[in-house]
């Protein structure tokens, strides 16, 4: 079982790889109980959006990490993948600015990839 950096860097890396947008981790462990990482990107076409949200599924049931909830769909321009410890959230350009997220979570430490170095 993948503890929740290793599940932040694997859901980090799926992003990458389709060249998701402004990728942001932001760790939320002391200051909620929701979740102990945030993963926000963005798209620029809600098939990138979609991409994006099937390659993340994808490498996360690979390594055994259970979907546990989804909300949006192939025509959403914000999906949300709830995976317990890790939330992502992959937003249209607009969206991403329209409910700024990185502010609502400011008092959350920002996370750089390389620090999930050691995950996995």
Known sequence: MLDAKEMAKVAYDALDEKLGKDIRIIKIDEISVIADYLIIANGN????ILALSDNVEMKMQQNGISLKQKEGNRNSTWILMDYGDVIVHIFSPEDRLFYD???IWRDGVSVE???LEGAR
Do not use: M
């Not at 076409?45 to 990138?48: E, F, G, V």
């Open 113 to 115: 990839p390389d620090s």
């Open 45 to 48: 076409s809600n098939t990138q």
């Open 101 to 103: 997220l990185e502010r």
